[in-house]
Nanobody
Framework: QVQLVESGGGLVQAGGSLRLSCAVS????????MGWFRQAPGKEREFVAG????????YYADAVKGRFTISGDSAKNTLYLQMNSLKPEDTAVYFC?????????????????WGQGTQVTVSS
């Protein structure tokens, strides 16, 4: 069983940056395909970024491409999401997720483990 704990959320002005962390315990995050999702009030949980179990290629939703970067630190067993040029529409609870598979999928139901989420609020 793997546990995921997110941190790093907060309140930031539009144009600012935040870095989210997802501390993984129980197993190395390289045992899973990892993803970041977000959920705004009244909306479905949506895919933001992902990295496959093999590492290498990364995947992004069109809405964040060029602004967000997903990465991992094996020594710390931690996944990150660097968010730059933040917009008010990025406001949401951000979740880290892991799936017992090789590839990144963009549907929340395909992920097996979830963190508790961290709130990101971007003011205009």
């Amino acid at each position: 069983q793997v546990q995921l704990v997110e941190s790093g959320g907060g309140l930031v002005q539009a144009g600012g940056s935040l870095r989210l962390s997802c501390a993984v315990s129980g197993r190395t995050f390289k045992s899973y395909a990892m993803g970041w999702f977000r959920q705004a009030p009244g909306k479905e949980r949506e895919f933001v970024a992902g990295i496959p179990r093999s590492g290498g290629s990364t995947y992004y939703a069109d809405a964040v491409k060029g602004r967000f970067t997903i990465s991992g630190d094996s020594a710390k067993n931690t996944l990150y999401l660097q968010m730059n040029s933040l917009k008010p529409e990025d406001t949401a609870v951000y979740f880290c997720a892991a799936r017992r598979g090789q590839v990144v999928l963009t549907t929340a139901d395909d992920y097996d483990y979830w963190g508790q989420g961290t709130q990101v609020t971007v003011s205009s």
